[in-house]
């Protein structure tokens, strides 16, 4: 057997291949899944995450890890920490907008539901919960509890001060306690607060995914997800697509000229 059959733990592929596991296993990755609908016949690939906030979810990650990386090099590192910080200021900001003009479900209005709504939610079990075409009621508190968390953090970053070589950028407007608080916050409860939330987030979607066999992540990928027919899309078009890109633009400005 040719070692590329061993790529990524995929079947192999020639005349040893076994065609129904392969079938299956295609299919199995092809096939859009219903969200939380399995059972219904009517359903239909509905838009959800506009482009603008697929952008901005692929764009946060890896600034996320921009900032991981500069923060555990240091030295002449730490200027693209500033960088990286600056774009997820800048991300914030433009996901809080969004969140007011963006596709329908990506507004806050519909995805944000009262506290009791997400602990009734917590506590039907898994089967009985309706599907939800955005963010499920607990899922939407804890995409908030990222971005203030995340929020928190860059501004923190802003008057934080190693004492060596490296100040935020608003460190001089500061009094030395604010300063301290500061930097201890982002140094430590605020830099857990972020991993423990995106743990927590990346492992219920895994979980969602393995274990309950409902992919997330190909909608936040695409856009799309399988919905019973008559749901509500998001407008994704060529306009909204310009807005999203004058709004981000005007915040990058600002950001920059502000901080930069
Ligand atoms: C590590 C940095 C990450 C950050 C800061 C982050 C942040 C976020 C935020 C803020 C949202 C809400 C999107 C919106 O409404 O604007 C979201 C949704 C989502 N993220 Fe992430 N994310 C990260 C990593 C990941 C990874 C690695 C995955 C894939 C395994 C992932 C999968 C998803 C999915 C599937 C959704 C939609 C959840 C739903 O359907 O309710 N995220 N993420
Ligand atoms: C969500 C955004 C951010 C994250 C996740 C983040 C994360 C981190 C981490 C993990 C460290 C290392 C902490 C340690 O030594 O244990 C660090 C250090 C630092 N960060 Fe950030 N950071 C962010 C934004 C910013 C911003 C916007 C600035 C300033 C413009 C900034 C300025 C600093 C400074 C000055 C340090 C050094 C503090 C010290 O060692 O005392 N950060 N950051």
Redesign the pocket.
Known sequence: MGLEGHFFGYAPIGPQANPPRLRALLDRLHRPRPVGAHREKNVNLVRIWDLPTRLFHAALIL??VG??A???I?GSA?VW??R???A??ALLLFRVVWGWVGGYWSRFAPFVSSPAAALAYARTPFEQRPPSAGHNPMGAWSVLAILL???L????????????A??????PYASGQWVSLA?RY???I??LA??ALLALHVGTVLYYRNKRKIDLITPMVSGDKLLPAGTRPSKDSAGTRVLALVVLGLIAVGVGVL?G
């Open positions: 600034a996320f900032l991981i500069t923060a555990q240091g730490m920490h500033f990286c910080g600056y997820v200021l968390a995340m929020g953090q860059v501004t923190a970053g802003l008057f934080s001060d190693d004492e060596i490296t100040a935020g950028p608003l460190v930097t982002h140094t430590s605020g830099k972020v991993f901080l």
